[in-house]
């Protein structure tokens, strides 16, 4: 009787394997196995991550669309929003180079802006409470690739060469040039004070001392190209 309910087990077990390989084996079933890893319904897959969004942008108390959403941005990656460099425009306005909180309006995360762009080495803060002035960092983030500052001081002969020779280039592309007297600056004094001049196109040191036309030549030609 043992044996007889074994065998009759064993069988069973082989036909519903059997029947499993078979189904294995449908087209069918394959598509069913397609569908299954796919979302039923796109719109509420999209939807979903759309929440998951939010709620990553809500733990830094931001709101979808909100100007402190704009806010996010890597502060390894240097890069600059429409709302940063709108902060650090308003310094070209006509006015004091000191700057008040209340001149940026009273948006939602105002103040984080500010105080990343403070941290960024753009901005600092004033003497007086909630007051702010533009670096020369943070002019320079505004500058076009293609528009060149000079760092130098009067009295200095290498600058006044470095200027002839670069005057030229610049005209011909219709860029801009901006000559900063590091001794107005305690700041740009203390960094630049041996190594006037020093030269920049855009936000980036191109030269130092002296210049080679060959090399700004085509340091120009790349940042003309850039700025098209």
Not at 16 to 43: D, E, G, I, T, Y
Not at 144 to 153: C, G, M, V
């Amino acid at each position: 009787m043992y044996h007889v309910r074994r065998r009759n087990a064993s069988r069973a077990f082989q036909s519903a394997q059997n029947k499993l390989r078979r189904l294995w084996s449908s087209p069918l079933f394959s598509v069913f196995s397609v569908l299954s890893l796919c979302p039923l319904n796109p719109a509420k897959a999209l939807t979903q991550r759309a929440q998951r969004k939010e709620q990553k942008s809500g733990e830094f108390g931001g709101r979808p669309g909100s100007f402190a959403e704009r806010l996010n941005w890597d502060t390894n990656s240097g890069v600059m929003d429409a709302t940063e460099r709108e902060i650090l425009a308003a310094f070209d306005r006509p006015g004091p180079r000191v700057r008040a909180l209340a001149d940026f309006g009273e948006h939602f995360g105002v103040k984080d802006c500010l105080q990343q762009l403070v941290e960024r080495g753009w901005l600092r803060r004033g003497d007086a409470p909630d007051t702010f002035v533009r670096t020369e960092d943070g002019r320079l983030q505004l500058a076009s690739p293609r528009d060149a500052t000079i760092y130098s001081r009067p009295g200095c002969h290498l600058c006044e060469e470095a200027k002839a020779l670069i005057a030229p280039l610049l005209k011909s592309v219709g860029a801009r040039l901006t000559e900063i007297n590091i001794d107005e600056d305690p700041e740009l004094r203390a960094r630049y004070d041996y190594d006037v001049p020093i030269i920049f196109l855009g936000a980036r040191k191109v030269a130092k001392h002296r210049v080679d036309v060959v090399q700004f030549r085509r340091q120009l030609r790349e940042a003309s190209t850039t700025s098209e």
